[in-house]
């Protein structure tokens, strides 16, 4: 079946068994060298102009293209994005828990969009967003690289990081105003007012 699929055209350009370029050749003739070579002829780009066949185990063929298909899909794997989603008041052991979160899914090759979600007048103090994510970017040090910096979009403030053992990290900005540590941060959040969340949310 795999050799009758090249017998559809009269001519093909052949690869060898060796990869070498033969050039043009009569398909039956292209046949034949497969068959004395106790191997397959194979129609590797049939839209070409004349088509392509190689020579080849294809038993082999089949299973380097199924090799090459797994790895492409562990690439595009890579690019997934895992979500952290966190409010101002989260603290403590909550975010210990999205911060292990966060590694987990680093460690697996995946980005991470951090997201902080603001609520009534906790979008006054969108500074208490930019200390939380500044935390996030000194614990997890040189194992990522910012894709996207931390920036406010209506209530919600995000920043996608991507794994990079090589890479520096850029610490945010904060309009020269030092970062507080994080169980003051949810303090500030109290103080106006607002009720603290303590559940860890991940998306």
Known sequence: MINQRCLRHPDVRLIGAEGEQVGIVATRKALQMAQD????LVLVAPNAQPPVCRIIDYGKYKYETVKREKENKHKRKAQDV???K?????AGHDL???????????????KVRF?????AREITHPEIGIEKMNWFLEQLGDTVQIDKPA???GKQMTMVVSPNKKAPVKKEKTDGKQAKDVQDSSETVQDHGDRQDTAPQSV
């Open 151 to 153: 920036g406010l979009e």
């Open 37 to 40: 070579a106790g191997l397959d």
């Open 82 to 84: 895992k979500g952290i």
């Open 115 to 119: 997201l902080v979600q603001f609520r």
């Open 96 to 110: 210990q828990v999205l911060l292990k979160n966060a590694r987990k899914f680093l460690d697996e090759g995946d």
């Open 86 to 90: 966190f409010r101002p008041g989260t």
